[in-house]
T-cell receptor
Framework: DTAVSQTPKYLVTQMGNDKSIKCEQN?????MYWYKQDSKKFLKIMFS???????INETVPNRFSPKSPDKAHLNLHINSLELGDSAVYFC??????????????FGPGTRLLVL | AQSVAQPEDQVNVAEGNPLTVKCTYS??????LFWYVQYPNRGLQFLLK??????LVKGSYGFEAEFNKSQTSFHLKKPSALVSDSALYFC??????????????FGRGTQLTVWP
């Protein structure tokens, strides 16, 4: 049973295209996150949703738009892709965001390459 | 401001020897501290966490970490390293206060290589 899953695993696309990454968790968690890992392996949070409500929106270009249709899903849509968007994008989830139960569990990552 | 420092980019140890991966942190309140491991082309796997209580925390795969409040450190340790422990290790911290909204701040990672 995969706890946090992401599709696709790999994504190669041209500059200027629009693409989406999907994330699903079957842990019954209320909170989901998107992280970006750059080429130097640095991890930085991008967005977080709690029960379908956006609670964290870091300084991310507005070409990135998250959507949470329900609390088990958090998708990331990226418009007008740029070379600098090439990275690994990780989805994560946690039971909540404010208490001690907040261990975040990560998906396998989506490796995005913009040509 | 919250931050994590992993002072070593790389740690090399021989199989069977003890290993330590260092982490120091800075938070404004009480810290929640985490260690994650990333194998090549894989996601992050949770190893262990410190929330409160005993300063020595035991986790998966024989790893443990010691919380030291005075030194603001949370070093990861294992008594006897295995070649299969070779991976990228991340320390992460968040403030226990609710205002952080669950933000985890990660260190830059330490590549552990265990030689046979």
């Amino acid at each position: 049973d995969t706890a946090v899953s992401q599709t696709p695993k790999y994504l190669v696309t041209q500059m200027g295209n629009d693409k989406s990454i999907k994330c699903e968790q079957n842990l019954g968690h209320d909170t989901m996150y998107w992280y970006k890992q750059d080429s130097k392996k640095f991890l930085k949070i991008m967005f977080s949703y709690n029960n379908k409500e956006l609670i964290i929106n870091e300084t991310v270009p507005n070409r990135f738009s998250p959507k949470s249709p329900d609390k088990a899903h958090l998708n990331l849509h990226i418009n007008s892709l740029e070379l600098g968007d090439s990275a690994v994008y990780f989805c994560a989830s946690s039971q909540d965001f404010s208490g001690r139960l907040e261990t975040q569990y990560f998906g396998p990552g989506t490796r995005l390459l913009v040509l | 401001a919250q931050s994590v420092a992993q002072p070593e980019d790389q740690v090399n140890v021989a199989e069977g020897n003890p290993l330590t991966v260092k982490c120091t942190y800075s938070v404004s309140g009480n810290p929640y501290l985490f260690w994650y491991v990333q194998y090549p082309n894989r996601g992050l796997q949770f190893l262990l966490k410190y929330i409160t209580g005993d300063n020595l925390v035991k986790g998966s795969y024989g790893f443990e970490a010691e919380f030291n409040k005075s030194q603001t450190s949370f070093h990861l340790k294992k008594p006897s390293a295995l070649v299969s422990d070779s991976a990228l290790y991340f320390c992460a911290v968040r403030d226990s206060g609710g205002s952080t909204l669950g933000r985890l701040y990660f260190g830059r990672g330490t590549q552990l290589t265990v030689w046979p």
